[in-house]
């Protein structure tokens, strides 16, 4: 990953030049002739598996064939990437990704069961969102600064709760702790869900997270938000802050984006980013995301994805090696 996104694109693209040669203009015109599988790398009831299926629908319409959601859970999204780079470059397989498969998964783990750099090409961005700050309601802070000022009194004591080791709230965690000079104690749990609940419950001081997830207990009381983690206010939560109006340098935003298999024919690739692009333009589709919470689509070209897949991999490179983080 740290050779670039600019070294997969040129790849994906001579090998989707080559491609195009081999099954001939008239058999990429009639893509697709059959139903689509969209592998997402986690188990069924997550964020990134509530999302494809908002998509799959009106893209299958689209396009005139159906998208089968395949989830292949496992190895923080590995096994499901995996499959996806070992399926043949035709279309017919698609990778729903996240932060995980194709930006931090190279740089946690030592070893892959497939090359993010070579092995895919990008189609087109799906969400941006944001993660949401908050804390325990009994918590005495309101504010980043005022959370910070805590944190620096208590060195150690405060926690704070993620969904696993090398998660992308893991990491929002991490960056935090390095902005602001903290030392706050690292709680991981084996999913969003579990981990918000034990900061509503009080057993840790705060989290760095989903906002979807974390609506119910916002709504009860339980939960206190303090900020949201994109340069720009959301607009679900017009009154809570950035936390980059604290600190300026930080910044984490959550990609959710469509690959597919490198070599794959570059009209395939064009067929699919174009239904892509219309599908996430719907205003019906933006509405009925933002009423299950989710983050609001967006769409970008193949080469605006590789561009954001990179950058965001030389960010995470430079938190993860100052902190040490490696997932087994």
Not at 228 to 245: C, F, K, N, W
Not at 278 to 292: H, S
């Amino acid at each position: 990953m740290s050779a670039g996104i600019s070294r997969r694109l040129a790849m994906a693209g001579a090998a989707g030049m080559a491609a195009t040669l081999r099954i001939g203009p008239v058999q990429a015109q009639a893509y697709p002739a059959r139903s689509i599988r969209m592998v997402v790398p986690f188990v069924p009831g997550g964020g990134a598996d509530a999302t494809a299926r908002f998509v799959a629908a009106p893209l299958g319409a689209e396009l005139g064939q159906s998208i089968v959601i395949e989830n292949r859970g496992g190895a923080g999204g590995a096994i499901g990437t995996a499959a996806v780079a070992q399926a043949p470059a035709d279309g017919y397989t698609l990778l729903y990704g996240t932060p995980g498969p194709l930006i931090t998964n190279p740089i946690l783990m030592p070893s892959l069961p497939y090359d993010a750099a070579a092995d895919f090409a990008p189609v087109s961005l799906l969400t941006r969102g944001a993660y949401l700050m908050v804390v325990n309601r009994d918590v005495p802070a309101r504010t980043v600064a005022e959370v910070i000022a805590l944190a620096k009194s208590r060195p150690g004591q405060l926690s704070y709760a993620n969904s696993g080791i090398g998660a992308g709230s893991h990491l929002a965690g991490e960056l935090l702790c390095m902005e602001a000079g903290l030392r706050m104690t690292h709680v991981p749990y084996r999913g969003t869900g579990l981990a918000v609940q034990d900061v509503a419950s009080g057993r840790v001081t705060m989290s760095i997270d989903t906002y979807g997830a974390m609506i119910p207990l916002i709504q009860a009381g339980n939960l206190r938000p303090i900020a949201v983690t994109s340069a720009r206010r959301m607009p679900e939560l017009p009154d809570v802050p950035t936390i980059g109006e604290t600190l300026p340098a930080f910044e984490v935003t959550v990609v959710n984006y469509i690959c597919v298999r490198s070599g794959t024919p570059r009209p395939i690739i064009d067929r699919l980013n174009t239904a892509l692009v219309k599908v996430l333009a719907d205003p019906g589709l933006k509405e009925a995301m933002r009423l299950a919470g989710s983050s609001p689509p967006v769409s970008s070209t193949p080469e605006e994805l590789g561009e954001i897949l990179n950058s965001e991999s030389m960010k995470w490179r430079r938190v993860i090696d100052k902190a040490g983080i490696r997932v087994e």
